[in-house]
């Protein structure tokens, strides 16, 4: 049997290529390609292992028709085009926890930096002064750090902070009380935190619901001489806005380990600014990190490819090779269902309920709970999964519950997801159709019968005649091209539900233009 092929195109600690070379796998070290010359070469390998540096872009995977599998070592995957990784049936690895702790350790460092300013009072001692007047620090002591994402890393830099007597207290849809309460911390909004913390330390990934979180209005409204650290990912904080609210004083100091763009330009307009601070994305840094990650990475994808184990895959369930062909459509069903429900529901979403009624109740419910959690709980983070899916769900004090029911209803398979939110449970339900093909069947109480996939608009309305064609008329002004169409509605007259899937994806401009049609009371851009 000829060995598989594995690249390591970024640097990584020289375990890993030996882990390759031990578990079987043949291995090149090729790192500092351009994307050009990455395309040339990739064609011939069946894994890929990478930290930030490599973009796994669209073209890099046309380029790649032996790839099975795509390892990170480290957390953030926002480098890699998992949506069509997963297209090409390329499966997605992490290494969600081996640099939590280098991760969360660099944030407190940024924090005792920015309070003692050392980094500016080291470069002027250096250079000859002896500015002893200059520098009034702050204590952290008895100062409030607010977190914006309790995960993984949160949750140490929180017990980290508690170790410096900080009170802290956490931004984060995803952390219920109870968790709260375990870590010591108090769970707030988003305003609250920031006109209440002293210091504040971002821990999400970077997605929709992020990016530019720290917006220039929030900053404006924070409380005056924050300190801002963020080790998370560029394009969480307006970078421009920092800048001003610097110089005005009314941020007293940023720390940055990640840039928007990165590397930055050398005239970022960061650079120079008094009370700024920041490190070339060091936060995974460490010799332990480093080791830790390389050798999981490089397990994880031998394992993968000489004995077909999976392990922390972002976008593949770990399933026997009997139960395989029979769960796998239901899965599929499944996760676009979490998502649907988690994508359409806001607040503090506590409970989540995974009902199987008819065919669907005698089959293994574990990996199709798993890929309704992993659909859920991915706009939240990067690391979810559907093996893990279940774990992170526990871990957060989501209450997930089971219900079997053995009845038969109008479709011969069923799967419902409901989850409890402020204004009352919301539940979507979906069945197979010729026992492989998932379909929507209800949405909010409303029969609607959609196939989700790609790139799709939702819309709730009061059904109205001339409705429809004022929608058609404003994506087709917007250049939209419109793939499918599904309608359901409550009774005639009432409320009704639009699902239209378009050919690109739906900014939100338009979201808000739709929102101001006659009738329309909400619009949701949705993507599967
Ligand atoms: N600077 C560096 O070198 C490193 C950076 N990272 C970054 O740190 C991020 C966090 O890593 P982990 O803690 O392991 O991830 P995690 O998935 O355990 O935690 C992320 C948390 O963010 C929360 N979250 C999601 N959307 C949110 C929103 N809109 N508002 C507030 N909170 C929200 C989630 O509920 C979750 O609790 C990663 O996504 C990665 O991008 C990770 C490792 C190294
Ligand atoms: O590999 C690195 O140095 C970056 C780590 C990181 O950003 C991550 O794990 O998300």
């Known amino acids: 049997m000829t060995k598989p092929k594995v690249l390591i195109s970024d640097k990584m600690d020289p375990n890993a290529a030996k882990i390759f070379a031990e578990r079987g796998c043949d291995v090149d070290v090729i790192t500092g390609k351009t994307p050009e010359e990455l395309k040339a070469i990739i064609g011939q390998y069946d894994g890929l292992a990478i930290r930030s540096a490599t973009k796994v872009t669209k073209e890099i995977l046309d380029a790649a028709p032996n790839l099975k599998v795509i390892g990170r070592a480290g957390i953030g995957v926002d480098n890699v085009d998992i949506p069509y990784a997963s297209s090409k049936g390329v499966v997605v690895m ?78 984060d849809p995803f952390l219920t009380e109870d968790r709260a309460i375990e870590m010591g911390i108090e769970k707030v909004d988003l305003d609250t935190l920031l006109s209440r913390a002293d210091f504040v330390s971002l821990h999400t990934p970077l997605t929709d619901q992020t990016r530019n979180i720290l917006s220039r209005e929030r900053l404006e409204n924070a409380k ?22 610097l110089l005005s004083g009314q941020v007293a100091g940023a720390a940055l380990d990640v840039f928007e763009k990165e590397p930055p330009a050398p005239d970022h307009p960061l650079f120079g600014t008094p009370g700024f601070i920041c490190t070339p994305h060091l936060g995974a840094s460490t010799t332990e990190a480093q080791v830790n990650v390389a050798l999981q990475v490089a397990e994880q994808i031998s394992d993968f490819l000489v004995n077909g184990g999976v392990t922390n895959a972002l976008n593949m369930p770990s399933l026997s090779a009997e139960e395989a062909p029979k769960l796998k459509p ?94 009352g449970p919301r539940s979507v339900a979906g069945t197979l159709f010729g026992d492989a093909a998932p379909r929507l069947v209800e949405i909010f109480g409303i029969g609607i019968e959609a196939d989700l996939a790609g790139h799709m608009l939702y819309i709730v309305n009061e059904d109205a005649p001339g409705f429809i064609g004022r929608i058609g008329t404003l994506l087709g002004q917007a250049g939209i091209n419109i793939g499918t169409f599904h309608l359901g509605r409550r009774q005639a007259g009432g ?29 949701k851009a949705l993507e599967f």
């Open 224 to 245: 005056p001489g924050i300190r801002i650290v963020n080790c998370a990912r560029g394009g969480l904080i307006d970078e421009v806005a920092l800048k001003d609210l």
């Open 330 to 423: 239901y899965m599929a069903l499944a996760e676009k269902l979490g998502s649907l429900v988690g994508q359409l529901s806001h607040g503090n979403l506590e409970k989540i309920s995974i009902e199987r009624e008819g065919a669907a109740a005698s089959l293994n419910g574990k990996p199709i709970t798993g890929a309704v959690l992993a659909g859920f709980m991915r706009r939240y983070s990067d690391s979810v999964n559907m093996v893990n899916a279940p774990y992170l769900a526990r871990e957060r004090g989501l209450d997930v519950r089971e219900v079997r029911h053995d009845r038969e209803g109008v479709y011969h398979t069923l799967v419902r997801v409901t989850v409890e939110t402020s204004q």
């Open 94 to 171: 992490n290494t969600p926890f081996g640099n939590s702790i280098t991760t969360a350790e660099h944030a407190i460092a940024m924090i005792m930096a920015l309070a003692r300013q050392i980094p500016e009072a080291d470069r002027r001692t250096q250079a000859g002064e002896w500015p002893k007047n200059d520098f009034m620090g702050i204590e952290v002591t008895g100062k409030t750090l607010g977190l914006i994402g309790a995960g993984n890393i949160g949750s140490i830099v929180a017990s980290r902070a508690q170790g410096l007597k900080m009170k802290v207290i956490a931004y």
């Open 495 to 523: 409320e009704a539900v639009l699902l239209l899937s378009v050919d690109q994806p739906i900014n939100e401009e338009l979201v808000q233009q739709a929102a101001k049609i006659e009738g329309v009371k909400m619009v």
